[in-house]
């Protein structure tokens, strides 16, 4: 029988052992053990799901702060953040949280299927804690905390301090009041040098995705294969994915391969296994007209984000995911598709909506400097969309049936932390069209709400700050924002002007349509760039079944659709829509001539006019 002391000294040498040098992969290889009611009871087998390799070792990395994963369903993502809270707590023990959808969805993790790991795993069983064991909140192992929230249970996010934290199909999560579920989470995880947040997510619709937004801010790894003939890399998509033309789901299913985008070979369910050993993630980025491209090197980032097809999965069948696409496409619901691609295809759902196209708006350039002040104009605005690093504004001229015309637009570089862009910005604000002046200006106070403040404090008179709301029963409301130290409102101070911007947004839209030869036109100075069309159709708008209109973006900036969107926001509130209509001068319409038009400069106008409509 071992003395009293050798149990303890075993006991002491068993607690101060240094933790193995392994990730969460290799614990789960060498540790977990499926129970028998599990689809593939047994030893735990990585290499079933070979793109969970580098996920694992993202978290090992301390250097990385947020680990980001989109997948489909069926691909072994649950088991994978059971696995990384599993080797945190065995290995690397700091208190934990997971965070889930729902209430339902986290007690049923928490009391069924974690603790089937638990149960199975004799490391973890062993050091968990009799009394917690049920407990549905929380669970300590070896006296470290593990917790659980969902989206929505502020309380519990605030509250309690963690050096890992794993938030759960992050795109069925609800925003509440109480704000962004992973910006709370992250929150949780300053006080540990080796803090970590780590979301997983199927994505949603392009636009209005938050993991796919994530997964845009990290390091953009997507899980590539190498062609079995001509052996060129690409990344497996359902566009890839082919059938016979005119096939129902059946033969879809029997005859579904995939293509080779660079030789053209077809690859069948036999080969997908070779192909996805063979697998491995290819850093990518985004171009100028926001589409995700391969790269060479990734650039150093805090967050290594992940994107696996949901073709990878090895418990679908390329002819599975085929026949459930066909299916969808015969109903052409497009609710059903987006869950299709979504679900199975692991992808991001693209959708236009109404959205006009950007050549569109280059047609609706004219031939007038920029600038300059077009006769017909009556009032001017402007909007001013608030980045971080920078600030985008326009000039719109109205006139008669809110016709407008672009005076100027433009990007202010610089820190909005400092005072050098405010002041940039106080200058554009201060110019005179023609002797003009701009008589009301809308600046987003979204971000740097503190900043907007106190410009506008310090300009007053045509200058405001303003806010986008998603749903407003009216277009244009406003609000006093500053108190005194008691409380009560200042009459002077701050006024906040709140903008329906799903009606603006439509507005703009539906001015961008009018018929050319009408009055109320949107029209552009000839020196509008490529860039600035494409930002102002970067949105669309789509419904939903419960009948809720959202704007998904498809562009990657949409600054100055927001800085039009307060543009039209400022001349609404000053009733631009009541203006007469204004007496035609004699005067040349470009007032900044400042002579007559000659023939010569007319023709040229004329064929800048042409040459725009034509491209």
Not at 433 to 444: E, L, N
Not at 496 to 508: A, C, E, P
Request: charged content about 25%; proline content about 6%.
């Amino acid at each position: 029988m071992p003395s009293a002391l050798s149990r303890i000294l075993a006991t002491t040498a068993e607690i101060i052992r240094p933790p193995p040098e392994r990730d969460a992969g290799q614990w789960a290889e060498d540790c977990r053990t499926l129970p028998p009611d599990s689809p593939e009871p047994g030893r735990f087998r990585v290499s079933r799901t070979p793109y969970m390799y580098d996920i694992y070792a993202a978290f090992a990395d301390d250097r990385i702060k947020m680990v980001v994963g989109v997948m489909g369903a069926q691909m072994g993502k649950t088991e994978g953040i059971f696995n990384i809270l599993g080797w945190s707590l065995d290995d690397r023990p700091l208190p934990a949280m997971y965070v889930g959808p729902t209430e339902k969805q986290v007690r049923s993790i928490s009391s069924d299927r974690l603790m089937k790991m638990f149960r199975s795993t004799k490391t973890l069983w062993e050091k968990l804690e009799k009394g917690q064991r049920n407990k549905v909140s929380e669970k300590f192992i070896a006296g470290v905390r593990l917790g659980f929230a969902w989206a929505g249970s502020a309380t519990e996010l605030a509250s309690h301090p963690c050096g890992l934290i794993l938030v759960d199909e992050r795109d069925r999560m609800v925003n509440t009041d109480e704000g962004d579920p992973v910006t709370l989470s992250t929150a949780r995880t300053k006080n540990y040098a080796r803090g970590k947040v780590g979301v997983f997510s199927t994505p949603t619709i392009e636009g209005a995705s938050p993991v796919w937004a994530l997964f845009l801010e990290g390091t953009r790894k997507m899980w590539a294969w190498q062609c079995l003939e001509c052996d060129d890399w690409f990344v497996p998509k359902l566009e890839l994915l082919k059938w016979p033309e005119g096939a129902n789901p059946s033969e879809a299913a029997a005859q579904a391969v995939l293509v080779c985008p660079h030789c053209g070979i077809e690859h069948d369910d036999s080969q997908k296994h070779q192909l996805e050993q063979r697998g491995r993630y290819i850093a990518h980025t985004v171009n100028d007209i926001g589409e995700v491209v391969p790269t060479e090197e990734s650039a150093p980032n805090v967050t290594e984000s992940f994107w696996v097809s949901g073709l990878c999965s090895p418990w679908q069948s390329f002819g599975d995911i085929a026949r459930r696409l066909v299916a969808a496409y015969k109903t052409n619901d497009q609710d059903r598709i987006q869950a299709e691609v979504n679900t199975y295809g692991g992808e991001i759902f693209k959708i236009r909506g109404d959205a006009p196209p950007w050549e569109q708006v280059r047609k609706l350039i004219m031939p007038y400097g920029r600038g300059s002040l077009p006769q017909k104009v009556q009032i001017i605005t402007a909007g001013v969309d608030v980045q971080k690093y920078g600030l985008y504004y326009t000039v719109r001229g109205w006139g008669y049936m809110s016709e407008s015309w672009l005076l100027d637009h433009g990007y202010i570089a610089g820190e909005t932390e400092f005072d050098n862009v405010w002041i940039s910005l106080h200058q554009v604000l201060s110019q005179k069209f023609d002797g003009r002046p701009i008589a009301r200006a809308f600046i987003d106070s979204g971000f740097a709400a503190d900043r907007v403040y106190d410009f506008v404090r310090r300009i007053g008179g045509n200058v405001y700050a303003s806010k986008g709301q998603e749903r407003m029963t009216q277009p244009l409301r406003t609000n006093v924002v500053d108190v005194t130290q008691k409380g009560k409102m200042l009459k002077a101070g701050v006024q906040l002007w709140h903008i329906n911007t799903d009606y603006y947004k439509s507005q703009v839209y539906a001015r961008v349509r009018w018929p050319l030869d009408q009055p109320g036109g949107w029209h552009l100075h000839e020196d509008t760039d490529e860039d600035y069309c494409r930002q102002l159709v970067s949105e669309s708008v789509v419904t939903k079944a419960s009948g809720r209109r959202i704007w998904v973006r498809h562009y990657k900036d949409n600054h100055y659709l927001d800085c039009e969107v307060l543009a039209f926001a400022a001349a609404s509130s000053m009733q631009v829509h009541t203006l007469k209509e204004k007496k035609r001068e004699t005067a040349p319409e470009n007032k900044k001539l400042q002579k007559p038009v000659n023939p010569s400069q007319q023709q040229s106008f004329i064929k800048k006019r042409q040459n725009w409509m034509r491209r």
